[in-house]
């Protein structure tokens, strides 16, 4: 579908393998929703102006991804309290006629994990991107982990997400085997043991699991990632990241709606496309 005639855009670079607007025009549709979703590709001169077409009256919303979830801020009326302190937007809106920014990736990490009731004192998490971040800021805030470590393999980013949001300590990955023995709930936000690349593992196997444990992959494709059979074999609880994504599409979703996401439907279709049923 062109983006002229959608209600709701994906902004971003590159956008074609995006889900997002298979989940959305599945929601839409199974509501019986007249709205359309597109995924609109955009060049970093085209930021301005793709923010003022949405204008409330044709374009109704947006959600925002790499490489833009910052360079959006200045050009909304308002964020969240959430997006501001995740410093991050990957959903605009209207609200009383201002288009604000907020970010859904903190309640979509969190909403699976809320199911489990799990009180993780300290949570590891991999990476130190976009993603890492929102979860640094869950776990503080939703989780109220006493401990936060953030892992990458270059140790200067970690400390600088560390440093940007005042949470946590940073470490390279030659601390894994001190941390993960001591780590309740583990996280993956690293692109490591996604398609077409599922064989590998951002945790070496020589670093095993106890039942104790949790391990949260934010990769969705393949369902069950290499870290997460490794895990299971060894009888820790895992999660993927394909209830993340659904639940962070869902916030958006109630958000422009103010509708609940027919979430089995959604599900059902990523994994039909995604080949994982
Ligand atoms: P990002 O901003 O590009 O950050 C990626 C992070 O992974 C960076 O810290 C990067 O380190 C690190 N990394 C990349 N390749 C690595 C490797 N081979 N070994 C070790 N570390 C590596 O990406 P993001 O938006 O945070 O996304 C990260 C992952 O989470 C992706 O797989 C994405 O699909 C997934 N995700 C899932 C959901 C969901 O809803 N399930 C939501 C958001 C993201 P450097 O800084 O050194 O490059």
Redesign the pocket.
């Known amino acids: 579908m062109s983006y002229n005639d959608a209600s709701y855009l994906l902004l971003g670079s590159p956008v074609e393998q995006s889900l997002s607007p298979l989940i959305h025009n599945t929601a839409f549709r199974c509501l019986g929703l007249p709205s359309r979703y597109a995924a609109q590709e955009i060049a970093k001169s085209q930021v301005a102006t793709s923010i003022k077409h949405i204008d409330g009256e044709h374009i109704f919303g947006a959600n925002v991804t790499?490489p833009y979830k910052q360079a959006v801020l200045p050009y909304l009326d308002g964020i969240s309290p959430v997006a501001k302190r995740v410093g991050a937007v990957n959903t605009i809106y209207f609200a009383n006629g201002r288009k604000m920014g907020h970010n859904t990736?903190v309640e979509?990490f969190l909403k699976p994990l809320s199911a489990l009731g799990l009180q993780p004192k300290h949570v590891v998490i991999?990476?130190?991107?976009?993603?890492?971040r929102?979860v640094m800021v869950a776990a503080e805030e939703g989780l109220k982990a006493s401990r936060i470590s953030v892992v990458?393999?270059?140790l200067l980013?970690a400390r600088a997400a560390c440093h940007d949001l005042q949470i946590g300590e940073a470490w390279d990955?030659s601390s894994l085997d001190q941390l993960i023995p001591d780590a309740s709930l583990i996280v993956n936000?690293?692109?490591?043991g996604?398609w077409p690349k599922i064989d590998t593992s951002?945790i070496p196997d020589s670093i095993t699991f106890l039942p104790s444990q949790t391990i949260y992959d934010?990769?969705?494709n393949p369902e069950e990632t290499r870290l997460l059979q490794a895990a299971r074999v060894q009888g820790a609880r895992t999660l993927g990241?394909?209830s993340?994504?659904i639940?962070?599409a869902a916030a958006s979703f109630k958000i422009w709606t103010g509708l609940e996401m027919p979430v089995d439907a959604v599900e059902m279709a990523l994994k039909t496309h995604l080949d994982l049923t």
């Open positions: 790499i990736d979509g991999l990476g130190s991107g976009g993603a890492a929102a990458s393999r270059n980013s990955f936000a690293t692109p490591v996604m951002p934010l990769v969705y990241g394909l993340m994504l639940a962070q």
